[in-house]
């Protein structure tokens, strides 16, 4: 038998270079998989079309899997979604680490409605400045078909707005549809009354248009206050975050200045934190009554 005439050890050495060739083979291909994938998942094109006054860009495209509330979904990846921009009523809260049963006035119906438009079919994603929230569900806005799910939401009354910049793309836009649904009673404003701050205690995770005189405002190294009594751990207070100020400068308005002594109705969810408050992210979200 003929023996071959490459020695042994170059034989060796040859052997493990196409090994080598391989394995790096196997490892660029499932660098360029993954790539691939995830550039595909966040890419978004620059292309608009009209709708209602906003803008939607042509976005990637996800699948809803299931509907859990009125402004949140989860995509077919099992990835939460958050709806930017708005606040619908709660179904659920959270208590013992765990997620009961405990829906407030209009949250089913909320969640119905959105489920209605989003749930099974295909939507088109858009983001802001921030990707994601502190519980890392990702924050965008929604588009089915030629439909801006946020901006229904808000236009037929089955939620508020939640301005929180820097995600405030589209803030003025939801301010108007929130007030035209206000004005027109549409959905939950058709039940919700106008309270006083001195009650709004009495309807925390709620929404509600509260009204009331600024009797002083005040501030910390993160957001201003507007207080409607001087108990600042009982009285109604609405909060601005200070990375907001710059909306309100836009318009000639100092937040403590401006506001002390006027009586001013403000609507939204509202929430305990140091006594009752609602979180306003611009100007045209506290309205001046005298």
Same mark, same amino acid.
């Given at each position: 038998?003929?023996?071959?005439?490459?020695?042994?050890?170059?034989?060796?050495?040859?052997?493990?270079?196409? %090994?080598?060739?391989?394995?790096? +083979?196997?490892?660029?291909?499932?660098?360029?998989?993954? +790539?691939?994938?995830?550039?595909?998942?966040?890419?978004?094109?620059?292309?608009?079309?009209?709708?209602?006054?906003?803008?939607? $860009?042509?976005?990637?495209?996800?699948?809803? !899997?299931?509907?859990?509330? =009125?402004?949140? /979904?989860?995509?077919?990846?099992?990835?939460?979604?958050?709806?930017?921009?708005?606040?619908?009523?709660?179904?659920?809260?959270?208590?013992?680490?765990?997620?009961?049963?405990?829906?407030?006035?209009?949250?089913?119906?909320?969640?119905?409605?959105?489920?209605?438009?989003?749930?099974?079919?295909?939507?088109?994603?858009?983001?802001?400045?921030?990707?994601?929230?502190?519980?890392?569900?990702?924050?965008?806005?929604?588009?089915?078909?030629?439909?801006?799910?946020?901006?229904?939401?808000?236009?037929?009354?089955?939620?508020?707005?939640?301005?929180? !910049?820097?995600?405030? #793309?589209?803030?003025?836009?939801?301010?108007?549809?929130?007030?035209?649904?206000?004005?027109?009673?549409? =959905?939950?404003?058709?039940?919700?009354?106008? %309270?006083?701050?001195?009650?709004?205690?009495?309807?925390?995770?709620?929404?509600?248009?509260?009204?009331?005189?600024?009797?002083?405002?005040?501030?910390?190294? #993160?957001? /201003?206050?507007?207080?409607?009594?001087?108990? #600042?751990?009982?009285?109604?207070?609405?909060?601005?975050?200070?990375?907001?100020?710059?909306?309100?400068?836009? #318009? =000639?308005?100092? $937040?403590?200045?401006?506001?002390? =002594?006027?009586?001013?109705?403000?609507?939204?969810? %509202?929430?305990?934190?140091?006594?009752?408050?609602?979180?306003?992210?611009? $100007?045209?979200?506290?309205?001046?009554?005298?």
């Amino acid at each position: 038998m003929k023996r071959s005439s490459i020695p042994k050890d170059r034989r060796r050495s040859n052997y493990s270079l196409l %090994i080598k060739f391989v394995l790096a +083979l196997i490892i660029l291909g499932v660098a360029i998989f993954y +790539l691939n994938r995830y550039q595909a998942k966040n890419s978004a094109n620059t292309g608009r079309d009209k709708h209602d006054g906003v803008t939607p $860009p042509v976005s990637s495209e996800f699948r809803v !899997s299931r509907v859990i509330d =009125g402004d949140t /979904i989860v995509l077919s990846d099992g990835e939460h979604v958050r709806y930017l921009g708005i606040d619908a009523p709660e179904t659920h809260v959270l208590r013992d680490g765990h997620w009961i049963d405990a829906p407030k006035p209009f949250g089913p119906e909320a969640a119905e409605f959105n489920r209605r438009m989003v749930e099974g079919k295909i939507v088109r994603l858009e983001y802001d400045v921030e990707r994601y929230d502190k519980y890392n569900r990702t924050l965008a806005y929604i588009y089915v078909d030629d439909k801006f799910v946020n901006a229904e939401l808000l236009k037929e009354g089955y939620a508020c707005v939640f301005n929180k !910049s820097p995600n405030v #793309k589209y803030a003025d836009e939801f301010v108007n549809l929130q007030r035209e649904a206000r004005l027109a009673r549409r =959905g939950m404003w058709g039940a919700v009354e106008k %309270i006083t701050a001195a009650d709004a205690a009495d309807y925390i995770d709620q929404v509600r248009l509260v009204s009331g005189k600024v009797v002083g405002t005040g501030a910390s190294s #993160k957001m /201003i206050f507007l207080n409607f009594g001087f108990d #600042k751990d009982r009285d109604f207070t609405v909060v601005i975050y200070k990375d907001a100020l710059k909306y309100f400068k836009q #318009k =000639g308005i100092d $937040p403590l200045n401006f506001y002390t =002594g006027k009586t001013v109705e403000v609507s939204g969810r %509202i929430h305990a934190h140091n006594g009752p408050q609602i979180i306003v992210g611009g $100007p045209n979200e506290v309205d001046v009554i005298e």
